[in-house]
């Protein structure tokens, strides 16, 4: 597995954890997958939630540049109707040049890591239910598909819900 330097983002990172966004964003586009609308969330959204504390980075150790970025929180009522002592992982993005490396094994395990620490015993998150493949990709590292959430608002895709008892 890559190593990577994680450490709590800073403002001055936001720029940058939105570009990864918008880069996933397009490459998830391109080949038609639902999983995040373009453009959806904005740099104002991304300061807040930067200085919220709620942003980890992932760091390529010789160069320090930010090569991953995932959102932890420990509460999502708009997801999740029974909003258990949990982590919640949103977020997640890999700098698409170093895709396949393992770091989003690397930034789940980090994500485990913290839950642990705030002696919380599950990890959440979600994906379009569309979206087979990472559907897949969750199960492979370990978390179970607990359920499905639909939206009536048309605003969001509907998703399936996972969870990885620490």
């Known amino acids: 597995m890559p190593v990577l330097l994680f450490r709590r983002a800073e403002s001055a990172d936001a720029a940058t954890i939105l570009a990864l966004r918008h880069a996933a964003e397009d490459w998830l586009a391109a080949r038609s997958i639902d999983q995040w609308t373009p453009r959806e969330v904005s740099l104002a959204t991304i300061d807040q939630q930067v200085a919220r504390g709620e942003f980890v980075v992932g760091l390529e150790p010789h160069t320090q540049n930010i090569i991953a970025?995932?959102?932890?929180?420990?509460?999502?009522?708009?997801?999740?109707?029974?909003?258990?002592?949990?982590?919640?992982?949103?977020?997640?993005?890999?700098?698409?040049?170093?895709?396949?490396?393992?770091?989003?094994?690397?930034?789940?395990?980090?994500?485990?890591?913290?839950?642990?620490?705030?002696?919380?015993?599950?990890?959440?998150?979600?994906?379009?239910?569309?979206?087979?493949?990472?559907?897949?990709?969750?199960?492979?590292?370990?978390?179970?598909?607990?359920?499905?959430?639909?939206?009536?608002?048309?605003?969001?895709f509907s998703v399936t819900l996972f969870e990885m008892r620490l």
Request: aromatic share 10%.
């Open 69 to 156: 970025a995932m959102r932890l929180i420990w509460s999502d009522p708009k997801i999740w109707t029974d909003d258990e002592n949990a982590c919640y992982v949103h977020g997640l993005v890999i700098d698409r040049s170093h895709a396949g490396a393992g770091l989003g094994t690397a930034m789940l395990d980090q994500a485990s890591d913290t839950a642990r620490k705030a002696s919380v015993g599950r990890l959440r998150l979600d994906c379009a239910e569309t979206n087979a493949a990472l559907r897949s990709y969750y199960k492979h590292h370990g978390f179970n598909e607990i359920g499905r959430r639909e939206f009536d608002d048309g605003q969001w």
